[in-house]
């Protein structure tokens, strides 16, 4: 069955370009990278992809590319691209190329055999936001409701769980509110542990294209490339945000900066959020953040006085012991002063990965599909009833999250591992535990488009992918935007795209039946959209794939109309969301003050700052920083690391940033080798000696290898998302 499947030309991955391409067309596909979701103009001959271009028409980037962006075929010409896939022989150890039949066959006789022995939820995945929606759906349900597997979690949860459960609480749903008009359309821009310039450079062009001559505000410990163009910068102590959100909510009511008539019709728990940050006296919050009182009442002044006051957070946010509340703080000092729903405002967290979002909402691995409840049985009824499966195999138990998933593979709970456009042995905190870990698994499954990744040269057996530019299917941004991903190159070998070899998988461990109606990307799109009815998230109003095409992307929500499908763009199409057309389609949630919560209104939700869980002391005297070093960059460097041209861009080995005085201090040269060291590792690092840290802080970017052997396993209780931003280091001259 499963060799017969692999020869199907087409069907599965290893056909022709889809005919509905011209040969030597131009054709537009969202990029694969950042959750910016450029438009690139792919050029076509005899069918292949040649070259591209940014698209001017594209909504999102009118015509601008970053150089990951630019640079996206060159990652699927690597020369150590997977081609077969690849088992480990016990007796010698090498991984060798098998049959796809074979694979299967290991794969589902070694998975099976687990669960006899373990239970059936001895086996996890571990996922992403870096493949279509229409993959991460077929996944979380041949996962959850064909294997009886219930733990699994992706690499949304090292990005964006905390955006997700903090808007969840607060709005009644993870709705992020925002158009990327609102860069251009903001009187004050507060960027908080954000870092556009490096992270999400379109995004940062379209805040230059503002006309409004805004104020920028940057709360940012280092002195990033986004501060230093800022007309503010507040370089708090890492980690010190929440009691500087509160000090700042403090002022602002103190000087009668509240928008009653706003807080009384729209939201719940004002007074008691008043009262609670009455102790964040100024004094108070300057000391504890170590910033300069006309610096802190400057930045209460301008959210006091701007018409259009919009707040941005990204990983210095999501990413800390005390996450959720910290988002939480954004969004009340947004509600507070009425800064939602109106352009240029909002709390707005810019998502990371190309489709961190599609899996917060289509994944069914946190939430049940649509942003639904698994806990809820109403929930599971209806999905059962929409998909046609027997409501019994939808697990009412929610899944253990990433870091509960690595203690059960310690607990020996979890004995098998399923790693899927993820390379957790480098990006994953306190990585020698991880990979000390992963040696204790039975059988650990990698499916990547490298068989040279940290993570897949660990693995049992590797299962070679198809990458974007190579299969089909959808993105959402972080507007919101569903944008096309077309196949535009043949995958390389016999490697396939993901969805496809899903499909394998149901086939080889005998749920096929439960998927038959999942047949294309744009089929499962469509059971999608009707999972989506009636939800926040709503999309029946798309047509299909080509609509999406013709009209540069479509937000959600965009329900269908009566029993038409909608024209995005033509009228204002429920309460929710607001309509502009400026030349293009911009929609806002939350215009009408109504919000997703039971009685419609957004909450103030806030808790005690809790000191950091390593602290430094005399013998690890700095705070690690870690994230983005350059926008040619991109996470474990797995893709960015195959172009030439992006290698140019950035320093081939891993270096520390370290202020002049630091390294007086220490007698640490400029480019010279230094070791850091935590409680946990070392790594060799070349000093950068640079003021844009302050005394007592290093950063260190993330793409390199070893940095995760440093970081320190710390969670927000809410979010279970890692505090990859804060850890206690020493620095030695080597
Ligand atoms: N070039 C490039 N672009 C990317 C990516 C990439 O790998 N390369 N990855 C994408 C992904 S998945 C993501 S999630 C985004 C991340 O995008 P960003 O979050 O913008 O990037 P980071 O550099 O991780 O972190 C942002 C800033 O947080 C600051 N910070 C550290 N600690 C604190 C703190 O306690 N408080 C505050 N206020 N700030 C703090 C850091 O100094 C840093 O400048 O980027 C996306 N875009
Ligand atoms: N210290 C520190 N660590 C961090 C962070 C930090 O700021 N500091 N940031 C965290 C964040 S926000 C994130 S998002 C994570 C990212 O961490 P990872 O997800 O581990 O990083 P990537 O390099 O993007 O890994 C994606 C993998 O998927 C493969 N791949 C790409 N496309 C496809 C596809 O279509 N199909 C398949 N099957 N494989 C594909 C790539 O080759 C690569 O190996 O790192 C986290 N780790
Ligand atoms: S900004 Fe993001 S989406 Fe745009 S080209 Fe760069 S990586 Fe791609
Ligand atoms: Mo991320």
């Given at each position: 069955?499963?060799?017969?499947?692999?020869?199907?030309?087409?069907?599965?991955?290893?056909?022709?370009?889809?005919?509905?391409?011209?040969?030597?067309?131009?054709?537009?596909?969202?990029?694969?990278?950042?959750?910016?979701?450029?438009?690139?103009?792919?050029?076509?001959?005899?069918?292949?992809?040649?070259?591209?271009?940014?698209?001017?028409?594209?909504?999102?980037?009118?015509?601008?590319?970053?150089?990951?962006?630019?640079?996206?075929?060159?990652?699927?010409?690597?020369?150590?691209?997977?081609?077969?896939?690849?088992?480990?022989?016990?007796?010698?150890?090498?991984?060798?190329?098998?049959?796809?039949?074979?694979?299967?066959?290991?794969?589902?006789?070694?998975?099976?055999?687990?669960?006899?022995?373990?239970?059936?939820?001895?086996?996890a995945f571990l996922s992403t936001g870096q493949?279509?929606?229409?993959?991460?759906?077929?996944?979380?349900?041949?996962?959850?409701?064909?294997?009886?597997?219930?733990h699994c979690d992706s690499n949304t949860r090292q990005c964006?769980?905390?955006?997700?459960?903090?808007?969840?609480?607060?709005?009644?749903?993870?709705?992020?509110?925002?158009?990327?008009?609102?860069?251009?359309?903001?009187?004050?821009?507060?960027?908080?542990?954000?870092?556009?310039?490096?992270?999400?450079?379109?995004?940062?062009?379209?805040?230059?294209?503002?006309?409004?001559?805004?104020?920028?505000?940057?709360?940012?410990?280092?002195?990033?490339?986004?501060?230093?163009?800022?007309?503010?910068?507040?370089?708090?102590?890492?980690?010190?945000?929440?009691?500087?959100?509160?000090?700042?909510?403090?002022?602002?009511?103190?000087?009668?900066?509240?928008?009653?008539?706003?807080?009384?019709?729209?939201?719940?728990?004002?007074?008691?959020?008043?009262?609670?940050?009455?102790?964040?006296?100024?004094?108070?919050?300057?000391?504890?953040?170590?910033?300069?009182?006309?610096?802190?009442?400057?930045?209460?002044?301008?959210?006091?006085?701007?018409?259009?006051?919009?707040?941005?957070?990204?990983?210095?946010?999501?990413?800390?012991?005390?996450?959720?509340?910290?988002?939480?703080?954004?969004?009340?000092?947004?509600?507070?002063?009425?800064?939602?729903?109106?352009?240029?405002?909002?709390?707005?967290?810019?998502?990371?990965q190309?489709?961190?979002?599609?899996?917060?909402?289509?994944?069914?691995?946190?939430?049940?599909?649509?942003?639904?409840?698994?806990?809820?049985?109403?929930?599971?009824?209806?999905?059962?009833?929409?998909?046609?499966?027997?409501?019994?195999?939808?697990?009412?138990?929610?899944?253990w999250a990433y870091d509960q998933i690595v203690d059960a593979i310690e607990?020996?709970?979890i004995?098998g591992l399923w790693v899927i456009a993820t390379n957790a042995s480098h990006s994953w905190i306190h990585q020698d535990r991880f990979n000390e870990l992963a040696k204790k698994l039975?059988?650990l499954v990698v499916q990547d488009?490298y068989?040279?990744t940290e993570t897949a040269r660990r693995a049992d057996?590797v299962?070679?992918?198809?990458?974007?530019?190579?299969?089909?299917?959808?993105?959402?941004?972080?507007?919101?935007?569903?944008?096309?991903?077309?196949?535009?190159?043949?995958?390389?070998?016999?490697?396939?795209?993901?969805?496809?070899?899903?499909?394998?998988?149901?086939?080889?461990?005998?749920?096929?039946?439960?998927?038959?109606?999942?047949?294309?990307?744009?089929?499962?799109?469509?059971?999608?959209?009707?999972?989506?009815?009636?939800?926040?998230?709503?999309?029946?109003?798309?047509?299909?794939?080509?609509?999406?095409?013709?009209?540069?992307?479509?937000?959600?929500?965009?329900?269908?109309?009566?029993?038409?499908?909608?024209?995005?763009?033509?009228?204002?199409?429920?309460?929710?969301?607001?309509?502009?057309?400026?030349?293009?389609?911009?929609?806002?949630?939350?215009?009408?003050?109504?919000?997703?919560?039971?009685?419609?209104?957004?909450?103030?939700?806030?808790?005690?700052?809790?000191?950091?869980?390593?602290?430094?002391?005399?013998?690890?005297?700095?705070?690690?920083?870690?994230?983005?070093?350059?926008?040619?960059?991109?996470h474990t460097n797995t893709?960015?690391?195959?172009?030439?041209?992006?290698?140019?861009?950035?320093?081939?080995?891993?270096?520390?940033?370290?202020?002049?005085?630091?390294?007086?201090?220490?007698?640490?040269?400029?480019?010279?080798?230094?070791?850091?060291?935590?409680?946990?590792?070392?790594?060799?690092?070349?000093?950068?000696?640079?003021?844009?840290?302050?005394?007592?802080?290093?950063?260190?970017?993330m793409?390199?290898d070893a940095v995760n052997r440093?970081t320190?396993a710390?969670?927000?209780?809410?979010?279970?998302?890692p505090?990859y931003?804060?850890?206690?280091?020493?620095?030695?001259?080597?």
């Open positions: 069955m499963t060799a017969e499947l692999v020869r199907t030309p087409g069907a599965f991955g290893l056909g022709q370009v889809p005919a509905r391409l011209q040969p030597d067309a131009v054709t537009t596909v969202v990029c694969g990278y950042c959750s910016t979701g450029c438009g690139l103009k792919v050029h076509l001959r005899a069918g292949e992809a040649v070259n591209l271009t940014p698209d001017p028409e594209y909504p999102v980037n009118l015509g601008m590319a970053c150089p990951k962006g630019w640079e996206a075929l060159n990652a699927l010409e690597a020369a150590d691209r997977a081609t077969r896939p690849l088992l480990r022989n016990r007796d010698t150890g090498a991984l060798e190329p098998v049959s796809w039949s074979r694979a299967m066959g290991e794969f589902v006789s070694r998975f099976k055999a687990i669960q006899e022995r373990h239970g059936a939820h001895s086996i493949m279509c929606t229409e993959e991460m759906a077929l996944l979380g349900a041949v996962f959850k409701f064909g294997m009886g597997g219930l964006m769980a905390t955006a997700h459960v903090a808007y969840k609480q607060s709005f009644g749903f993870d709705a992020p509110p925002f158009n990327y008009a609102d860069f251009e359309e903001s009187d004050c821009l507060v960027f908080v542990g954000a870092n556009p310039c490096i992270a999400h450079p379109i995004m940062w062009q379209r805040v230059l294209r503002n006309p409004r001559n805004p104020e920028i505000i940057v709360l940012d410990p280092r002195r990033t490339e986004t501060a230093m163009n800022a007309t503010l910068h507040l370089p708090l102590t890492p980690k010190s945000d929440l009691t500087l959100l509160y000090g700042i909510a403090h002022a602002l009511i103190a000087r009668g900066a509240v928008k009653r008539d706003f807080v009384d019709a729209h939201t719940a728990g004002f007074e008691e959020f008043a009262r609670f940050v009455a102790q964040f006296t100024p004094e108070r919050v300057c000391a504890d953040a170590g910033l300069e009182r006309a610096a802190f009442d400057r930045c209460v002044e301008l959210i006091a006085t701007r018409e259009r006051v919009s707040f941005w957070w990204t990983m210095g946010v999501n990413q800390g012991h005390e996450s959720t509340r910290t988002a939480q703080a954004i969004i009340n000092l947004a509600l507070m002063t009425g800064n939602i729903g109106r352009p240029g405002t909002g709390a707005n967290s810019i998502t990371g190309c489709n961190a979002m599609g899996s917060r909402l289509y994944a069914n691995v946190t939430s049940l599909f649509g942003g639904r409840d698994f806990a809820q049985a109403a929930h599971r009824q209806e999905v059962a009833e929409i998909l046609g499966i027997p409501a019994g195999v939808i697990p009412s138990a929610p899944s607990s020996g709970a004995r039975e059988f488009l068989p040279t057996l299962l070679p992918a198809a990458g974007w530019g190579e299969k089909e299917g959808t993105l959402i941004n972080s507007e919101r935007r569903i944008g096309l991903v077309k196949k535009v190159r043949r995958a390389p070998g016999e490697a396939l795209g993901d969805f496809s070899i899903f499909k394998l998988v149901a086939e080889a461990w005998g749920c096929g039946d439960l998927f038959r109606e999942w047949r294309s990307p744009e089929a499962v799109f469509q059971i999608l959209q009707r999972l989506s009815a009636g939800r926040p998230c709503d999309i029946t109003g798309i047509r299909d794939y080509r609509h999406l095409d013709a009209e540069g992307g479509i937000q959600w929500p965009l329900p269908e109309v009566g029993s038409r499908k909608s024209e995005a763009g033509s009228e204002e199409l429920t309460s929710h969301f607001r309509l502009r057309t400026s030349g293009f389609t911009e929609r806002r949630l939350f215009a009408d003050g109504q919000f997703f919560t039971p009685d419609k209104r957004a909450r103030f939700l806030f808790d005690l700052p809790r000191p950091v869980a390593e602290p430094t002391n005399s013998e690890f005297p700095f705070t690690l920083l870690t994230g983005r070093g350059t926008s040619a960059q991109w893709r960015t690391g195959k172009s030439a041209i992006l290698r140019k861009l950035y320093p081939a080995d891993c270096y520390v940033e370290i202020h002049p005085d630091d390294a007086r201090l220490l007698g640490i040269a400029p480019h010279s080798p230094v070791t850091v060291s935590s409680r946990r590792s070392s790594l060799t690092a070349t000093a950068f000696v640079t003021p844009t840290v302050s005394p007592g802080q290093v950063f260190i970017p793409h390199y440093l320190f710390s969670f927000d209780p809410h979010s279970r998302q505090s931003k804060h850890c206690a280091v020493n620095l030695t001259p080597q």
